[in-house]
């Protein structure tokens, strides 16, 4: 209970660092667009989202101020009042010739002064009476002077006197008082509502679309979507910007808790938990820098995704490899949707990387490797940018970019490798390679003092080496840990079987329990040999599990023939189980070379009998439980296995006896 709890704490941690390090590189922030007309662009902007295009303030100003000047000022006209008709019929009899003006500039409207009246498209004003409204121009009613001077016009026309005329202005002057009052709350109401009418958007830019492209010039109208851009951006609403970020954080935590989940279920046992994680770490850091390193000089078809996908399948299996690259990819597409240019070509760099990288063996495969990655990655770039329509200057640098990412990729895969041996000592299939070199110290020694065990080793490791590559385990690993498993034996090689000569069997004179002791002793002299000339960490593994916890039989049953009182327990190996599928086949491979090699005959149905009960014994007796084999895979390991070795005991021919003379 304990321990699991543990092992949730060091998944809620890492979960926590590996969400931590992706907000550290792709923290969720808003463009700051410093691009100036007539600049050249030195990256592509993508929008990431919709969004208008916006007018510039000074063309949009004059467009509202136009507007608004369309709209003609309101003027209510104010009815006479009826003192006026009353003093307008006195004055008549008096002058009856000042009826008709003076109704007539009533008509027409008058205004005190038409040099403080808003100015007016085509100097254009809307009358408001009891009778209705009107547009009329500037000129189809009065200012008060000019109502004065119609009328002594009219005067002089009549009496010539301009005497008398002046007395005519100062009787009637009263009827000339302004009734066209200006409504300027209604005026600016109207005006408003035009000005809001004029559209802010002179365009629409789709999530999505290239608003310019690397090494292009800003013209004005790349200028206008760049503003607009950073307007939408700076004016989201809060609650808008809250959702965004909240919807990437939730997407990241997911991707991130699907990681942790997938890498625990597919790199299992092979190496602790907590140095799994540190390795994702730790690549995820450097492929982050890598990656904002190369989208700073705009040429993201070298990211070496594959690098980081073959460290991992090289280690943890394919499907490890593939599960890494689609999160990275991922993770930089929630934070970069405009990245989404490159996601396919480099994914599928990655995924290639991982399904072949379990089998390189030495340089020339890593060379071949490269250039595959770059032919494949340069392909997909080429259709991708074809599609999008790239200028050629600009394909030339990303076909040339991605021709380069399989070379990068192999010196960053190496230059990893070293990294990640020296710091958490985690081997590779170069380590194995290295260690499956039969001139090794170990293997040399144990040809000489133990040459039983070591050719049955050699068999166990071409037997774990088919069967792992026919389930698509690590071969190399299933090959060095089979040759290693039995190097313990070497401390009292005449007390195993394959050893003894003449008949002799020392066992014969020992009791069971020191018999059953010497046996169980060669597992952890063999881990002790493993440490002290620093064998990988999953070897020791294998050197430690290849018995499991199996029961030692003859010697049990030869104990239940002389004592009273026999505990199972004591005559098991002491474990534990194999924890991985490699440690599981080099157990099964341990048993049935040993147990064929009893076999009289070599035919095939007399194998498959020997290698079908010892599945079923380590079945039954729960010791490939660990290992996470499952049945079709055991039925695959178990035709391999009976494969090679009725092949390696198929009957020679006869041929006619050599006699020495």
């Not at 206008?224 to 939730?250: D, P, V």
């Not at 999160?327 to 599928?348: D, K, Q, S």
């Not at 999008?388 to 040339?400: D, E, P, S, W």
Request: aromatic residues 10%; charged residues 25%; contains cysteine.
């Amino acid at each position: 209970m304990k321990n699991t709890k543990r092992i949730n704490k060091e998944r809620i941690i890492f979960i926590i660092l590996l969400f931590l390090i992706l907000d550290l590189f792709f923290p969720l922030r808003f463009s700051r667009i410093s691009l100036k007309l007539g600049d050249i662009a030195k990256y592509d902007v993508v929008a990431p989202f919709s969004f208008p295009v916006l007018k510039d303030r000074e063309t949009l100003e004059k467009e509202r101020t136009s507007a608004a000047l369309s709209i003609a000022p309101v003027l209510r006209k104010v009815d006479v009042s009826e003192e006026n008709i009353k003093l307008l019929k006195r004055i008549s009899r008096k002058y009856p010739f000042l009826k008709k003006p003076v109704l007539y500039v009533w008509e027409k409207g008058i205004v005190f002064d038409k040099s403080s009246l808003p100015e007016s498209k085509n100097s254009q004003y809307e009358i408001i009476s009891s009778r209705g409204s009107s547009i009329v121009p500037i000129n189809k009613f009065f200012s008060y002077n000019e109502a004065v001077n119609y009328i002594k016009a009219k005067c002089m026309q009549r009496y010539r006197d301009t005497l008398i005329c002046s007395k005519v202005i100062k009787e009637v002057e009263p009827l000339l008082q302004p009734n066209l009052l200006l409504d300027i709350t209604e005026t600016q109401k109207r005006r408003e509502a035009a000005r809001n009418r004029v559209p802010e958007e002179i365009g629409y830019v789709k999530k999505g679309e290239i608003i310019i492209r690397s090494h292009d010039i800003v013209d004005e109208e790349t200028l206008q979507k760049l503003h607009s851009l950073q307007y939408a951006e700076n004016n989201l609403y809060r609650i808008q910007r809250f959702r965004l970020f909240f919807r990437a954080q939730m997407l990241l935590l997911l991707l991130s808790i699907v990681l942790v989940l997938l890498i625990d279920e597919l790199w299992k046992n092979t190496y602790p938990l907590s140095k799994k994680r540190n390795v994702v770490l730790l690549l995820t850091f450097i492929f982050l820098l890598f990656f904002r390193f190369v989208r700073f000089i705009d040429l993201a078809y070298l990211f070496p995704l594959a690098a980081a996908s073959m460290v991992l399948s090289m280690e943890g299996g394919i499907l490890t490899g593939i599960v890494y690259s689609v999160f990275l990819m991922g993770a930089i597409y929630i934070y970069n949707p405009v990245e989404n240019v490159y996601t396919l070509p480099l994914l599928i760099s990655g995924i290639y990387g991982a399904v072949l990288s379990r089998k390189l063996r030495s340089m020339n495969d890593l060379i071949k490797m490269g250039i595959f990655i770059s032919i494949l990655t340069m392909f997909f770039t080429l259709g991708n940018e074809l599609l999008t329509g790239t200028k050629t200057l600009k394909l030339f640098y990303h076909i040339a970019s991605a021709l380069a990412n399989g070379g990068i990729s192999i010196v960053v895969l190496v230059g990893l490798l070293v990294l990640f041996e020296r710091i958490f000592h985690i081997s590779t299939n170069f380590t194995y390679l290295e260690l499956s070199n039969l001139n090794h110290p170990l293997l040399r020694d144990l040809s000489i003092k133990a040459p039983g065990t070591y050719h049955h080793s050699i068999m166990v490791g071409n037997l774990g080496e088919a069967a792992a590559e026919a389930i698509g385990a690590n071969d190399m690993l299933a090959r060095v840990g089979g040759y290693f498993h039995d190097i313990g034996k070497m401390e009292r090689p005449e007390y195993f079987i394959e050893n003894q000569e003449g008949g002799f069997n020392p066992h014969d004179e020992l009791p069971p329990k020191l018999s059953v002791a010497i046996l169980k002793s060669h597992v952890s002299e063999g881990v002790e040999l493993g440490k002290k000339h620093h064998l990988p960490e999953p070897i020791i593994k294998i050197i430690l599990e290849h018995h499991g916890t199996s029961l030692i039989k003859p010697f049990f049953e030869k104990a239940r023939d002389i004592y009273d009182t026999v505990q199972e327990e004591d005559f098991r190996y002491d474990g534990p189980v194999p924890s991985s599928k490699e440690s599981a086949i080099i157990m099964l491979a341990d048993s049935v070379e040993a147990a064929v090699k009893s076999v009289e005959t070599s035919g095939e149905e007399e194998v498959r009998k020997v290698v079908e009960k010892i599945f079923e014994i380590k079945m039954k007796e729960n010791q490939l439980d660990n290992a996470g084999l499952s049945i079709t895979e055991l039925k695959t390991i178990m035709d391999v296995f009976v494969k090679r070795l009725k092949a390696a005991r198929h009957k020679r021919t006869s041929y006619p006896r050599v006699e020495l003379k």
